[in-house]
């Protein structure tokens, strides 16, 4: 057992043409994995030859790994190797700091899904239409270390449809727990950008505020606490348009004085996660503004849902899904990320902004908005 190496992309591939009918791993792909990706590929070799592989993905500031792919030689099979293969690579993940190994699989392949299970996976749903010759996937999941909170399955996953709507995905997802009978759809998610947006960031469009996602969360009907480090408008950093900051500070000035007339709560104050975990235990649903440039390399400013805590890491669904490197989005959904890592993640450009939207039931209604 070992880590594989360029050289063996080759065997790689031949181990792919045996193994598999469909969906198999170029060459190409494989170069990438191993010289550019988030990627460890294990490899069991005998006399020079490849006997099987496994190949996990990681994400980067996040404690999931994804086992990719596992394929033993046919003229290896029923002689363990895939289990092998298959508790190396949980070590490997573990050594990550990882806390969870999910997969997809084949429903037709009986024996790989009796293997995960012996294994201790279990099911987290199918997958409809997945592979290249339309058979569904049936996702699965195994936990490396021992839970001792659960996430909040009432949170339902609603992933952004464009570029720049994470904030309202993250709101529509947080007003859905709070409210069942919400119907998600993409004319709300642009109804909710609309109402939320800055107009301008440095190119592009803008991306939206807290105060903004705050009040289209009170117009609706909710509760919202508003905890900011910051007063003045936000995201000025990459506005270097005198003509475009002028708008995001009207537009601000506008959120500030609606806000004023509300009932939202505001506090430029610093929510530790111990404030987190005491509102989600209170049925809140916190919307936490961070980095993605410690989960996805970009210097942009992201909206997440806490889903839930436990003694060693924070879960959320992230509205985006990485579909250029093969994510789903059941890859976003429950994201464990390590505390500490959060910590770092949940602050956003060289102010170092840090903001968190707490939408909670409202305990008196007042009209909403249709």
């Known amino acids: 057992m070992r880590r594989a190496q360029p050289v063996d992309i080759p065997e790689l591939v031949r181990l792919e043409a045996d193994g598999f009918r469909t969906d198999r791993i170029s060459a190409r792909q494989f170069h990438h994995l191993l010289s550019k990706g ?11 030859i490849l006997a099987g592989y496994a190949l996990l993905l990681f994400r980067a500031g996040t404690a999931l790994a994804r086992l990719y792919s596992i394929v033993v030689d046919p003229a ?8 092998e293969l298959l508790s190396a690579a949980e070590d ?22 009796a293997i995960y299970r012996e294994s201790g996976y279990h099911d987290l749903g199918e997958i409809s239409d997945y592979y290249e010759d339309h058979t569904p996937a049936l996702r699965m999941e195994k936990r490396l270390h021992p839970a001792h909170a659960p996430v909040n399955t009432r949170i339902p996953y609603y992933p952004q449809s464009i570029d720049f709507t994470c904030g309202p995905a993250a709101l529509m997802m947080a007003m859905k727990a709070l409210d069942p009978t ?18 301008f960031m440095s ?21 919202v606490d508003l905890h900011l480090s910051d007063e003045g408008p936000l995201f000025l950093d990459g506005v270097r348009d005198p003509r475009k900051k002028e708008v995001v500070e009207l537009v601000h000035r506008g959120f500030m004085d609606e806000i004023a007339q509300s ?25 936490v503004l961070i980095s993605s440039y410690r989960i996805y390399r970009k210097k942009d400013p992201h909206w997440i849902v806490l889903t839930g805590l436990d003694d060693r890491f924070i879960y959320a669904h992230d509205p985006y899904v990485d579909a250029d490197e093969g ?28 903001a968190v939207i707490v939408v909670k039931k409202r305990r008196e209604a007042p009209w909403q908005l249709q």
């Open 327 to 354: 994510g789903t989005e059941m890859d976003s959904m429950n994201v464990p990320i390590v505390k500490r890592e959060f910590e770092r993640m949940s602050r956003y450009g060289k102010s170092q902004l840090r």
């Open 203 to 223: 190119a592009g469009h803008g991306g939206s505020s807290p105060q903004g996602l705050a009040l289209a969360a009170w117009y609706r009907g909710f509760d």
């Open 76 to 83: 290896w099979r029923g002689q363990g190797l895939a289990r």
């Open 182 to 199: 919400m119907h998600l759809d993409r004319m709300l998610e642009f109804r909710l950008w609309r109402e939320a947006t800055t107009i």
């Open 38 to 48: 988030h990627a460890v590929c294990l490899v069991l070799e005998h006399a020079g």
């Open 263 to 287: 009932g939202i709560g505001m506090y430029y104050t610093r929510l530790g996660v111990a404030d987190l975990e005491t509102r989600h235990a209170d049925g809140a649903v916190p919307i």
């Open 92 to 113: 490997e993940a573990r050594e990550h700091e990882c806390s969870h190994v999910r997969l997809e699989v084949r429903t037709d392949n009986a024996r790989a899904i």
